[in-house]
């Protein structure tokens, strides 16, 4: 990795994150990624979060589902905390830098970088050669997000970290091939105790929308009763809660559950153990239960609200869009201007 030329002049802080509306939302994605994004709201730094429907169509969606699981994130995010006021809210497909930096990256990344990616052998599967092409790029158009705002930092879980670091190579590739200081290294930020939030059924396993056990994760549309019986169901050993992180060793569901409990009170995983050192699972999973309740419930409730009002969503993601197209339009311009692109139509 070349090492960055960059002056913080040169590159103001401006945080941007996407989310898939590829199904319905699951705890990871809450504490992962839309909890940390309004926190970076509330710091005051300028925030950009999008709902990355050009991302989802990457693999079959159902154009119908597709709008209505677009809402649905959109309102995951007003829910979770993100104010269109104040950060900018809208779905990819409505700004055209995405898809046309997205074309220029392709010219810059090498195929063998889009192959090395885990995402895409994970959801390429045994048959690759029969998935989309536009799968294979995906990873370049996340880079184009990024970067067609410059954005410096980008809050993500880790199964993301490796797309970053090749949107850093995207960007020190872009800038060393056409000897310019343009792009930034963008940085990731992957921070706190639930970048990777695991499966109910299995501590060793991502929770995922897409895993076909529903039992393994808790969707942000799941009701009180739901949850609980998720929990009270979710797997783990037999041994009491240790007083010390180093005591979760070699145990991964029971490390998993005390996370959770420490990301959605905002705490600290050494914390959550002092309090419930020696603990049995029968005392601690309805704590963590009654917390997720109190925590999710809102949420999900400003949510069913939201989802009455599809024009009012969709009204927000157009003024959304149009906000980051005034960012966006000018820095794609600058693109086309360095990679030798004629210019001259009148608007
Ligand atoms: P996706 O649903 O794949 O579009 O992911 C949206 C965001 O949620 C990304 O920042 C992911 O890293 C994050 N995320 C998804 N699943 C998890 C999980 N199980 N734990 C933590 N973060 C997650
Ligand atoms: N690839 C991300 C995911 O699956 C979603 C995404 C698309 C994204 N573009 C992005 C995340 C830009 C951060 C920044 O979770």
Same mark, same amino acid.
Request: a negative charge; glycine letters at 8%.
């Given at each position: 990795m070349a090492e960055p030329v960059q002056t913080p002049q040169a590159f103001p802080t401006r945080i941007f994150s996407g989310i898939q509306p590829s199904g319905s939302l699951t705890l990871g994605n809450y504490l992962g990624a839309? +909890?940390?994004f309004a926190q970076k709201q509330d710091e005051g730094?300028?925030?950009?979060?999008? =709902?990355?429907? !050009?991302?989802a169509i990457t693999v079959w969606q159902d154009p119908e589902k597709l709008r209505q699981q677009t809402r649905e994130v959109a %309102?995951?995010?007003?829910? /979770?905390?993100?104010?269109? +006021?104040? /950060?900018? !809210?809208?779905?990819q497909s409505q700004v055209r830098a995405h898809a046309e930096l997205a074309w220029i990256f392709n010219c810059v990344a090498r195929i063998g970088w889009m192959y090395r990616m885990t995402q895409f052998k994970d959801k390429a599967g045994a048959n690759s050669e029969n998935s989309s092409l536009?799968?294979?790029?995906?990873?370049? !158009?996340?880079?184009?997000?990024?970067?067609?705002?410059?954005?410096?930092? =980008?809050? =993500?879980?880790?199964?993301?970290?490796?797309?970053?670091?090749l949107t850093r190579d995207i960007a020190a590739k872009f800038n060393h091939d056409y000897k310019v200081n343009f792009f930034p290294i963008t940085e990731p930020l992957i921070e706190g105790p639930a970048t990777k939030v695991m499966s109910l059924r299995d501590g060793t396993k991502k929770m995922s929308k897409s895993d076909p056990s529903d039992q393994s994760r808790i969707n942000l549309t799941d009701d009180a009763d739901t949850i609980a019986k998720k929990i009270r169901k979710a797997k783990t050993d037999a041994e009491p809660l240790p007083d010390n992180v180093e005591g979760l060793e070699g145990r991964p569901d029971a490390r998993s559950l005390v996370n959770i409990y420490a990301a959605l009170s905002d705490r600290?995983?050494?914390?959550?153990?002092?309090?419930? %050192?020696?603990?049995?699972?029968?005392?601690? +999973?309805?704590a963590l239960a009654d917390l997720a309740v109190e925590k999710l419930g809102p949420i999900t409730a400003e949510m069913n609200r939201l989802m009455q009002e599809p024009d009012e969503i969709d009204a927000i993601l157009?003024?959304? %869009?149009?906000?980051?197209?005034?960012? /966006?339009s000018p820095i794609l311009n600058d693109v086309y201007d360095i990679v030798g692109m004629i210019r001259s139509r009148q608007v």
């Open positions: 839309l +909890k940390r730094i300028e925030t950009l979060y999008c =709902v990355v429907d !050009l991302h %309102a995951a995010y007003i829910a /979770s905390g993100i104010d269109p +006021k104040r /950060s900018i !809210l809208y779905n536009g799968l294979l790029a995906y990873p370049s !158009l996340m880079a184009a997000d990024i970067l067609a705002f410059k954005a410096t930092h =980008v809050p =993500v879980g880790e199964d993301q970290k490796q797309h970053i670091e600290t995983t050494a914390d959550v153990l002092t309090e419930f %050192a020696g603990a049995q699972f029968g005392t601690f +999973k309805p157009g003024r959304g %869009a149009e906000r980051a197209e005034a960012i /966006s």
